[in-house]
C-alpha cells in the first residue's frame, strides 16, 4: 500500500525522543494514529478530521501528534517506555462534515522496540 | 455502548474445508458499516469485505459474509480454506462517525 507512506519502518530506542511521519495521498480528511501490540487488535490513540483533533485516547503524555496538513500526520515520542514496544500504523478514511460508513486505510506501519 | 465481539482466538482448519469465523456486535446506531480485515504476518490490515446492507450477501477472494442485522452478526465464511487464507482476521464496525471498533480477532490456521 503506497497510498499511505510511514517512515521510518523501524526504529530502536533507549530513552531518546522520535518522530514518526506519515502522509496519506488519498485525498482523505480523516486521519489515525493507532498501536497495535502483539496478538491485540489495533488501539485508537489519536484521529483527526481536517486537521483538527477529534477524538484523543487515553495514552501516555510522552505521545504528542500533530497534523500540519490534512495529508500529513506526526507522532512524537519522547522518554519512551518498554510498554510502548509496539507496531504504530497510520489510517486514514473518507470523512465530510456528515455521517460517513467509509473503511480505514492503513499504512504499513512502524515498528518501535525499546530497548 | 458499541462494541464487537469475535468469541474464536484460534482456529485452525484443514486445507479444503470450510471455515467460519464469528462476529457479533452491539451498537444503538441504524446506519452502520462492517468490515472484515485480514492481517497477514508483518502486514498492516487491510480489508477483506464491507457490507453495510441488512440481508445482502458480499464476497470477496472466495470469501463470504452477510450482515444480519437481527442477529447482530457478520460472519465469515469460506467454503474451502487455502493454506494462504492462514493469518489474522478482524471484524470491525463503523458506527458513521469515523470511530472504527475492532474485535479481539481470530488468528486462522490452515494445515495441510
Known amino acids: 500500500n503506497t497510498k499511505i507512506t510511514q517512515s521510518p519502518r523501524y526504529l530502536i530506542l533507549g530513552r531518546a525522543n522520535k518522530s514518526l511521519e506519515c502522509e496519506q495521498h488519498l485525498g482523505h480528511n480523516a486521519m489515525y494514529w493507532y498501536k497495535q501490540s502483539a496478538e491485540k487488535p489495533p488501539e485508537l490513540m489519536f484521529l483527526y478530521n481536517l486537521k483538527q483533533l477529534i477524538r484523543n485516547e487515553t495514552v501516555p503524555s510522552r505521545f504528542i501528534p500533530e497534523c500540519p496538513d490534512s495529508s500529513k500526520l506526526l507522532l512524537h515520542i519522547s522518554a519512551v517506555d518498554p510498554e510502548d514496544s509496539a507496531v504504530y500504523f497510520c489510517?486514514?478514511?473518507?470523512?465530510?462534515?456528515?455521517?460517513?460508513?467509509?473503511?480505514?486505510?492503513f499504512g504499513e506501519g512502524s515498528k518501535l522496540t525499546v530497548l | 455502548g458499541d462494541s464487537v465481539t469475535q468469541t474464536e482466538g484460534l482456529v485452525t482448519v484443514t486445507e479444503g474445508l470450510p471455515v467460519k469465523l464469528n462476529c457479533t456486535y452491539q451498537?444503538?446506531?441504524?446506519?452502520?458499516?462492517f468490515f472484515w480485515y485480514v492481517q497477514y504476518l508483518n502486514e498492516a490490515p487491510q480489508v477483506l469485505l464491507r457490507?453495510?446492507?441488512?440481508?445482502k450477501r458480499t464476497e470477496h477472494q472466495g470469501f463470504h459474509a452477510t450482515l444480519h442485522k437481527s442477529s447482530s452478526s457478520f460472519h465469515l465464511q469460506k467454503s474451502s480454506a487455502q493454506l494462504s487464507d492462514s493469518a489474522l482476521y478482524y471484524c470491525a464496525l463503523n458506527t458513521g462517525y469515523q470511530n472504527f471498533y475492532f474485535g479481539k480477532g481470530t488468528s486462522l490456521t490452515v494445515i495441510p
Open positions: 457490507s453495510s446492507t441488512d440481508n
Open positions: 451498537t444503538t446506531y441504524l446506519t452502520i458499516a
Open positions: 489510517a486514514s478514511s473518507p470523512r465530510d462534515r456528515g455521517r460517513s460508513t467509509g473503511q480505514l486505510y
